[in-house]
């Protein structure tokens, strides 16, 4: 492929659903103390229903149902206390008709009983005696034995990444370690003569520190990846396919940020099609639009544009899902939104998505604009705005769903 090639772009929704690399990270057996935000393999069942037994989700007092029909403040009724039930203990009495057993929250049901009436439509208007002032229908202040889950139901899905209330579950059902895939291993590489290392002191006329790729590995950590940052390939002919060749057996994902644009000195497309298949380079999309994708022996490959606004904007809308998909997450999570009113219209070219970074205050949407050079745009940045693909742009005053960051 030649580095003045022009662009064959294709749609955002084009490379979602076309470019589906394979690969899939091993399976590995974690603790559920490391298992939040892990991605399992298979779909974790329990052999016991839970919360297996009934019990009761209120204070108050163990009844028949049918003993409460009726109650009301003028004319209650009036039940038996027989007993209560002790919290982590099997009950010893049972309801009879007529009778009641008070409950704390968590008890186990006694026998007889299929409701809980709440304390607080209750008193004890003489020794063992209970006035109830409200009715209650069976089942009401009560859990079931199966009510959480039934024997052999699943407890999480496999595909979706942990949560912490995911956990509470598995630990309810006594797993105590998950199957989940790996962590995908990303390597992210630099290029360019004039990009020099973060730590470098002082810079000289033309060189810039390499801010994308310590940015990128952030993105890749959010999306449950591990970032390896694998240095600056200068702009020598043969030297970017030397490096990709030596990281390539080790990663399952390989980034290479800046060099995949059209000019003379780009070598991403030359050096990626040596190692394997160019699936598309050009994405219809703003910024970002010279972004190359591709699969080196079974390794899905991205090409970034050099400007970190672009390259960073582009990963989040590409990347980012590449790297769920590749740890095992079909979909990937949602990021959090809200809806805001544009303050000011909004430019656009039909067949290109435009992603505009925003600050939101008050309900209102302020687009942030700046050169694809300046990574204060995004920092600056409450979330970011979509202009789809068919849409000549937005107009002030229009209510859009504003993408947030973390």
């Known amino acids: 492929m030649s580095g003045k090639e022009f662009f064959t772009a294709r749609t955002l929704a084009e490379v979602r659903a076309g470019f589906r690399p394979a690969r899939r990270t091993q399976v590995e057996r974690v603790p559920l103390a490391e298992a939040l935000h892990r991605v399992p393999a298979a779909e974790v069942t329990t052999p016991a229903a839970l919360p297996g037994f009934a019990r009761s989700t209120v204070d108050g007092f163990?009844?028949?149902?049918?003993?409460?029909?009726?109650?009301?403040?003028?004319?209650?009724?009036?039940?038996?206390?027989?007993?209560?039930?002790?919290?982590?203990?099997a009950p010893t009495v049972a309801v009879r008709p007529g009778g009641c057993v008070a409950m704390p929250t968590g008890g186990v049901l006694p026998e007889g009983a299929d409701a809980v009436v709440m304390v607080e439509y209750t008193a004890e208007t003489m020794p063992g005696t209970i006035e109830v002032t409200r009715p209650v229908a069976p089942g009401g202040g009560v859990v079931r034995a199966d009510d959480d889950v039934a024997a052999g139901g699943v407890l999480v899905p496999a595909g979706r990444p942990l949560r912490a209330p995911d956990l509470g579950f598995l630990a309810a059902a006594g797993v105590?370690?998950?199957?989940?895939?790996?962590?995908?291993?990303?390597?992210?590489?630099?290029?360019?003569?004039?990009?020099?290392?973060?730590?470098?002191?002082?810079?000289?006329?033309?060189?810039?520190?390499?801010?994308?790729?310590?940015?990128?590995?952030?993105?890749?950590?959010?999306?449950?990846?591990?970032?390896?940052?694998?240095?600056?390939?200068?702009?020598?002919?043969?030297?970017?396919?030397?490096?990709?060749?030596?990281?390539?057996?080790?990663?399952?994902?390989?980034?290479?940020?800046?060099?995949?644009?059209?000019?003379?000195?780009?070598?991403?497309?030359?050096?990626?099609?040596?190692?394997?298949?160019?699936?598309?380079?050009?994405?219809?999309?703003?910024p970002g639009k010279p972004t190359l994708l591709a699969e080196c022996g079974g390794v899905p490959v991205i090409g970034l544009p050099g400007n970190p606004l672009s390259a960073l904007v582009v990963f989040g809308q590409v990347g980012v899902p590449l790297v769920w998909r590749v740890g095992g997450c079909e979909t990937p999570p949602p990021r959090p939104g809200t809806r805001a009113r544009l303050s000011r219209d909004l430019a656009s070219a039909a067949g290109r998505l435009d992603v505009v970074q925003v600050a939101v205050r008050d309900g209102v949407a302020e687009p942030i604009f700046g050169p694809?050079?300046?990574?204060?745009?995004?920092?600056?940045?409450?979330?970011?705005?979509?202009?789809?693909?068919?849409?000549?742009?937005?107009?002030?005053?229009?209510?859009?769903?504003?993408?947030?960051?973390?």
């Open 62 to 89: 163990a009844v028949r149902a049918a003993d409460t029909y009726g109650a009301s403040d003028g004319l209650p009724s009036y039940l038996d206390l027989v007993g209560a039930v002790q919290m982590g203990a």
């Open 176 to 286: 105590t370690t998950v199957a989940v895939h790996r962590r995908p291993r990303v390597a992210i590489v630099s290029t360019g003569d004039e990009v020099v290392p973060p730590e470098t002191e002082a810079l000289t006329a033309g060189q810039v520190r390499d801010a994308t790729a310590s940015a990128l590995a952030g993105l890749v950590a959010e999306a449950g990846g591990e970032p390896v940052i694998a240095g600056i390939v200068p702009d020598e002919p043969g030297a970017l396919k030397d490096r990709l060749s030596e990281l390539l057996p080790a990663a399952d994902l390989v980034v290479v940020s800046a060099g995949s644009s059209v000019g003379a000195r780009d070598e991403t497309a030359g050096a990626v099609a040596a190692l394997g298949d160019v699936w598309c380079h050009g994405i219809a999309i703003k």
């Open 372 to 406: 694809s050079a300046l990574l204060s745009v995004l920092t600056r940045a409450d979330g970011y705005v979509i202009v789809p693909e068919p849409a000549t742009g937005l107009g002030a005053g229009t209510e859009v769903e504003v993408v947030l960051y973390g």
